[in-house]
Structure formats: C-alpha cells, structure tokens
C-alpha cells in the first residue's frame, strides 16, 4: 500500500487528487481544517481523515502523529491547501495569506520528515501557482499577468522557493511544486475562470506518483518544467 496524505482535500483540486489516487489503489488520509466538512470528504471518497490546520502546530502534529501510529510511514505529500486573502492589502492578511500557503508548508513538512523518510519512495508535491511566478506575470501572453492578486502571488513565490530549497537539503526525498492550470473552484469563483478540478488533479496525480528515478526540485505543469 501507498500511503498519501493531502492537505486541504476536503474541496476542490485536493479533493479530486484524493479520488484519483484511491484510484490507484492508494491509501489517502484527507486533511481539513473543518472536522465536520473533512469528515463528511473522506467518508463519501472512501478515504481516512485527519483535523489537519496548517496554521496550527498542535494540529498539525497531532494529524502527523495519527499517520505514524496507525500507517508508521507516509508515502506522499500533497501539500494543497491555500488561501487567495484577496480582501485586503494590510498588514493582517499578508500575515495570514503567508501563514497558511508558505509557513504551513514548513510546518507540515517539518513533521512529516520522519514519515517520509520510513518510506522507499517518498514523494512531497506543492500545488504552488504561476501566479507566483516572475515569469508568467511579466508575460502579457499568460492569465496570470492579468491578475492582482498580490499576496496570493508573493506566498505562492515563497511556496516553490520552499520546494525548490527543500529538494536541496532533503536529497532523499523528492520534492516537486506545480502550476495545476487555472481551476474553477471557491477560491477562482469571483474570476468566473478555470477548467475542472479533474483536469488540474491529473497534474498533481502524476508528480504524486513519480518513481524513485523521477526528478526533484522542478517546478511543473502538465507539460513539463516552467520558468518562474
């Protein structure tokens, strides 16, 4: 068995990833913030869940512990849950916008090491965004130039910084961030823009399941490795 863990999976893109993996035959502890919402996710996927706030460092720790005491290793890490904080520029939302898309990622990764390395094929995948990327938002050609979306942009630079750095200083594990492609979910609901969540999850689905001679350190959508 192969056991995965998603972060935000009880809605859009990290829900969908969770499907396809059980799919393939994956064990997938759905982690949400909302008990009663994660609960109700993972019940209807046929999949495990775990309370997982990646703001929260007990809860965080908490969820990790739950893995380790009932799988002793994690297999996969999909770190997937974000916030736009489009509503407002200030000092408070930049914390949070921070907060939740790059130091959750540290924390959640920091607890999950142990796990991961139990593992013979560890794999950590990053739904980062283009967004965040210098390329795609000085380019007139891409969506994201079009977007201002300042602190979702600049947490989602520092999300595949962290991958990218993390790649470098864990050698045993890959560690991989992607562009899923512009998604219709909650969070692109006032844009009134993106394609399915089936689609983008394909993206994430195949970094999640690379084997041990796959890259790491890459920055990817489905085409193959960006600029950012």
Same mark, same amino acid.
């Not at 050609?141 to 999300?159: D, G």
């Not at 399915?196 to 689905?205: F, I, L």
């Given at each position: 068995?192969?056991?995965?863990? %998603? /972060?935000? +999976?009880? !809605?859009?893109?990290?829900?969908?990833?969770? !499907?396809?993996?059980?799919?393939?035959?994956?064990?997938?502890?759905?982690?949400?913030?909302?008990? &009663?919402?994660?609960?109700? +996710?993972?019940?209807?996927?046929?999949?495990?869940?775990?309370?997982? =706030?990646?703001?929260? =460092?007990?809860?965080?720790?908490?969820?990790? +512990?739950?893995?380790?005491?009932?799988?002793?290793?994690?297999?996969?890490?999909?770190?997937?849950?974000?916030?736009?904080?489009? $509503?407002?520029? $200030?000092?408070?939302?930049?914390?949070?916008?921070?907060?939740? *898309?790059?130091?959750?990622?540290?924390?959640?990764? @920091?607890?999950?090491?142990?796990?991961?390395?139990?593992?013979? *094929?560890?794999?950590?995948?990053?739904?980062?965004?283009? +967004?965040?990327?210098?390329?795609?938002?000085?380019?007139? #050609?891409?969506? #994201?130039?079009?977007?201002? %979306?300042?602190?979702?942009?600049?947490? !989602?630079?520092?999300?595949?910084?962290?991958? %990218?750095?993390?790649?470098?200083?864990?050698?045993?594990?890959?560690?991989?961030?992607? @562009?899923?492609? /512009?998604?219709?979910?909650?969070?692109?609901?006032?844009?009134?823009?993106?394609?399915?969540? &089936? @689609?983008?999850?394909?993206?994430?689905?195949?970094?999640?399941?690379? $084997?041990? =001679?796959?890259?790491?350190?890459?920055?990817?959508? @489905?085409?193959?490795?960006?600029?950012?």
């Amino acid at each position: 068995m192969t056991i995965a863990l %998603i /972060t935000g +999976a009880n !809605k859009g893109i990290g829900h969908e990833t969770a !499907k396809q993996l059980l799919a393939l035959g994956y064990v997938v502890y759905v982690g949400a913030r909302d008990s &009663e919402r994660g609960e109700k +996710a993972a019940a209807e996927l046929g999949a495990r869940f775990v309370q997982l =706030d990646v703001t929260d =460092d007990a809860s965080v720790h908490r969820a990790l +512990a739950t893995i380790r005491s009932d799988e002793g290793r994690l297999d996969v890490l999909v770190h997937n849950a974000g916030i736009l904080a489009n $509503d407002a520029l $200030d000092g408070p939302s930049a914390l949070r916008a921070f907060d939740t *898309n790059a130091v959750g990622i540290v924390r959640v990764t @920091e607890a999950a090491l142990p796990l991961l390395r139990e593992s013979s *094929n560890p794999n950590v995948v990053t739904v980062s965004s283009s +967004a965040g990327s210098f390329w795609a938002v000085t380019n007139p #050609e891409r969506p #994201e130039y079009h977007l201002p %979306i300042p602190l979702y942009s600049a947490s !989602k630079a520092a999300a595949t910084m962290l991958t %990218i750095q993390y790649a470098k200083t864990q050698p045993g594990i890959k560690f991989n961030a992607l @562009e899923p492609g /512009t998604t219709a979910t909650d969070m692109t609901a006032a844009f009134g823009i993106g394609r399915t969540t &089936e @689609e983008s999850a394909r993206v994430v689905v195949r970094l999640a399941t690379l $084997d041990a =001679d796959g890259p790491t350190g890459t920055y990817q959508d @489905e085409n193959g490795e960006l600029p950012w």
